[in-house]
């Protein structure tokens, strides 16, 4: 009977290991990505960060004119930074934050709202399916301003959102806004829209950008 010599039985024993957890290597390699990707937040509405400028943003788009203390339903009807469909929540789930970028000081409640949207007579009909707390915000310094990096603002929510709804606050004023463009940006709807009632028609359109951006998780 042949021996195999110490050694020789050592050395293939070693390069078993070796092949073994060179395979368990690839394969975590292979997971982890994976993770990762699903773990990701999921991003819609405007397109923020320090280098969007609220331009035009104060004293802030208004409800009304005539009467300033008049509140309404602001509906971002598109996202600045992100055309075609970035308004849009793409995933049902749990919007974890909300990031604004404003001018000046102020507040709103953010809302969740569904627009239907008529292309025969331009109605833009909406309702509001959910109601946030009254969120505060400071806005730009006058060292931001001169720097040109703007603050972003954060603040964690638990927002339920589905796939096709839109945000937007309520409110009388706004300086979380970019005006500099004309269309229908945003969506006015007076007096605002409140959880739970049937679609309405919009009051009037803007042509200001809310900069506001959602993160799902």
Same mark, same amino acid.
């Given at each position: ?10 050395? &293939?024993?070693?390069?078993? =290991? ?8 690839? =394969? ?23 280098? *969007? ?42 919007? &974890? ?12 409640? %953010? ?21 946030? %707390? &009254? ?23 638990? =927002?339920? *959102? ?35 009632? %049937? ?19």
């Amino acid at each position: 009977m042949t021996r195999i010599a110490p050694t020789t039985l050592t050395t &293939k024993l070693a390069r078993h =290991i070796g092949f073994i957890a060179a395979f368990a290597a690839l =394969i975590a390699a292979m997971v982890v990505p994976a993770t990762g990707m699903a773990a990701a937040p999921v991003k819609f509405g405007a397109k923020l960060n320090p280098t *969007v400028q609220p331009s035009n943003g104060s004293p802030g788009l208004k409800c009304s004119q005539e009467a300033p203390a008049t509140a309404c339903t602001m509906i971002q009807n598109e996202a600045y930074g992100r055309p075609d469909g970035g308004e849009l929540a793409p995933k049902t789930g749990t919007i &974890k934050k909300i990031r604004v970028i404003a001018a000046d000081a102020g507040s709103f409640r %953010p809302q969740i709202a569904k627009v239907k949207r008529s292309t025969l007579f331009g109605t833009n009909e909406a309702k509001v399916v959910y109601t946030g %707390p &009254k969120l505060s915000y400071t806005g730009q310094t006058e060292a931001n301003e001169e720097s040109g990096a703007y603050k972003v603002e954060t603040f964690d929510v638990n =927002i339920p *959102v589905k796939k096709g709804q839109q945000l937007a606050l309520r409110g009388n004023i706004s300086s979380m806004v970019r005006c500099s463009s004309g269309g229908d940006n945003t969506l006015l709807y007076t007096p605002p829209l409140l959880a739970g009632k %049937p679609f309405k028609a919009a009051s009037e359109t803007d042509g200001c950008w809310i900069l506001m951006e959602a993160v799902i998780r």
